[in-house]
């Protein structure tokens, strides 16, 4: 039973407008979250996270939105680059000295000019 | 210099033999991971160590087993490749702690095709 959920396996999105990939799971123990962002033959790379104390976490053109009561969360990327054109996976972890990581399945972002 | 390496970057082995997989890191984290990834699935944990005399089994530890030589080095085992095996691997590490410390950053990854 899959507990982080990337429903979207793709995404296009054109250059300049925002790109929103969302991420919903099902385990309400969850208390810290993150995206990461994959370009093909390389690892997963850390793009932003957020705590479950707060609703929402920006670091320049990339934003995390979480909604605990629905258990969702989102990640809006304004304005999309062709650089950003990536897989991006949405994780899920637990606090308290246990850093398992529990992964969705990806989103492949493009972003076309 | 990559903080987290991995050897070899591809290989390709048949069923029933033994391949060792290699991870280094000079992050100095305590801290390593051996993931799996395989389309549709994301990335799934295989064997996690939180120190050199700690490893724990992930959720998908079956033919597989670990060696953590050093901080430094976490190695992975597949004592009889089965070609359910091929698949992209990933090892990562991070810190000990909580929140923002719970970032795991991920090396470059290990192509693995069982024929």
């Known amino acids: 039973d899959q507990q982080v959920k990337q429903n979207s396996p793709s995404l296009s999105v054109q250059e300049g407008r925002i790109s929103i990939l969302n991420c919903d799971y099902t385990?309400?123990?969850?208390?810290?979250f993150l995206w990461y962002k994959k370009y093909p033959a390389e690892g997963p790379t850390f793009l932003i996270s957020?705590?479950?104390?707060?609703d929402k976490n920006e670091d320049g053109r990339f934003t995390v939105f979480l909604n605990k009561s629905a258990k969702h969360l989102s990640l809006h990327i304004v304005p999309s680059q062709p650089g950003d054109s990536a897989v991006y996976f949405c994780?899920?972890?637990?606090?308290?000295?246990?850093?398992?990581?529990?992964f969705g399945a990806g989103t492949r972002l493009a972003v076309h000019p | 210099d990559a903080d987290v390496t991995q050897t070899p970057r591809n290989r390709i082995t048949k069923t029933g033999k033994r391949i060792m997989l290699e991870c280094s890191q000079t992050?100095?984290?305590?801290?390593m991971y051996w993931y799996r990834q395989d389309p549709g699935l994301g990335l799934r944990l295989i064997y996690y160590?939180?120190?050199?005399?700690?490893?724990n089994k992930g959720e998908i530890s079956d033919g597989y087993s670990v060696s953590r030589q050093a901080q430094a080095k976490f190695s992975l085992s597949l004592e009889s490749a089965i070609p359910n095996q091929t698949a992209l691997y990933f090892c990562?590490?991070?810190?000990?702690?909580?929140?923002?410390?719970?970032?795991?950053?991920f090396g470059p990854g290990t192509r693995l095709l069982v024929l």
């Open positions: 990562a590490t991070s810190e000990e702690g909580t929140g923002e410390e719970e970032t795991q950053y």
């Open positions: 385990n309400s123990m969850f208390d810290y």
């Open positions: 957020i705590s479950s104390i707060k």
């Open positions: 994780a899920a972890t637990f606090s308290g000295g246990y850093n398992k990581l529990i």
């Open positions: 992050k100095g984290h305590d801290r």
């Open positions: 160590s939180f120190d050199v005399k700690d490893i």
